[in-house]
């Protein structure tokens, strides 16, 4: 199993002075402790799960391109960017950019949006939901558009192209992999079947229940359910000494039998660094052989 690490919250003691070195630091210490992903959420304000909407909130992909001069070997992306905040031409353009840079280490992770009071708050068009999953096929159909040579005009019922040109491409080939979130039945797993390279649900009682849906919808796109990569959220806290590594491991283990293949989320503690370095020492590696 590979794993992953989620910076959800950059609210600390120090204040935002101290936060460009403290972020620096983190991430060499993501690298340097084995992690296969480097991930920050994409919102304007923080969300309710986490703390009030007042409390530090970077942007994400200006985020992501100073990681991305930190880190030497991470996947970057963002867990995950709602469909309606940027117009898929320029998202396109930023992850394109961001593979560039990195080195060919970026990934999209994508979503239909759900966090109304930042839209509201910032004047972003946040349409009813039906829309915003209509907003999100149509991104995800632009992305692959220009990510191709294909540069004719693309038409649809949101967005017109006249013109989608990438210069320059992406490293990544075919290109840059894409991570649809969310567990979504209808609609979310029909897109990770469609378009997707990796689907990112929650661990719980319905787990087995969403990949079994997942297949579905692959045997009814043509798809190999085995090409795509499953990944679920999971907060690691390895306690002060290590005390919980054991369990870790143990659960890491039963979403592995569940066909998990990657666990991604949050660090307690993050910022006090030595969390990332018990988990690089005695965690990444053996969940390397789960």
Known sequence: MRLGVQIPDFTRPEGPADLGRA?????REVDEAGFDYLAVMDHFFQIEMVGPPENDMLEAYTTLGFLAAHTRRATLLTLVTGTVYREPGILAKIISTLDVLSGGRAMLGIGAAWNEQESVGLGIPFPPVAERFERLEETLQICLRMWSDDESPWTGKHYQLARPLNSPAALTRPHPPIMIGGGGEKKTLRLVAKYGQACNLFSGPDLP????????????????????????????????????????LDELGELAE???????GGVADIWDVEPLRVLGERVVPAAADI
């Open 23 to 27: 972020l620096a630091e983190v991430a």
């Open 209 to 248: 229940h969403k990949l079994d849906v997942l297949r579905r919808h692959c045997d009814a796109e043509g798809r190999d359910y085995d090409e795509i990569v499953k990944t679920c959220y999971y907060r690691f806290d390895p306690g002060k000494s290590g005390e919980n590594v054991g369990r870790i």
């Open 258 to 264: 569940l066909g998990i293949s990657v666990a991604i």
